[in-house]
């Protein structure tokens, strides 16, 4: 059974850094995109960076590029979430995703984690 567990979130000062960190099991993390997801509270879920296993593509929204890098480390079937220079507006709960191709959307996204929340004190 494919299981998707995220971990490293919590609570930072403004411009400080968190990484996060997402175990894939059950076989779905090779060929597969994996994606962060994250949704703050009162507002829509919205899509944060994602990697390709092909070409090793990077994608980032603008509200995160500079800031937040996502990396993956096949041999241990882990992406991780860089996060520097956080700002209050990225207080939310960070959702850790599976799929062959990652909508901005997450619509339609097959594996999903339970999420990790990280705050971020002013």
């Known amino acids: 059974q494919v299981q998707l567990v995220e971990s490293g979130g919590g609570l930072v000062q403004a411009g400080g850094s968190l990484r996060l960190s997402c175990a894939a099991s059950?076989?779905?993390?090779?060929?597969?995109?994996m994606g962060w997801f994250r949704q703050a509270p009162g507002k829509e879920r919205e899509f944060v960076a994602a990697?390709?296993?092909?070409?090793?593509?990077?994608y980032y929204a603008d509200a995160v590029k500079g800031r937040f890098t996502i990396s993956r480390n096949n041999a241990k079937n882990v992406v991780y979430l860089q996060m520097n220079n956080l700002e209050p507006e990225d207080t939310a709960v960070y959702y850790c995703a599976a799929h062959p191709n990652i909508p901005v959307d997450g619509n339609g996204i097959n594996y999903w984690g339970a999420g990790t929340l990280v705050t971020v004190s002013s």
């Open positions: 059950g076989g779905v993390f090779n060929y597969y995109a």
């Open positions: 990697s390709y296993w092909s070409g090793g593509r990077q």
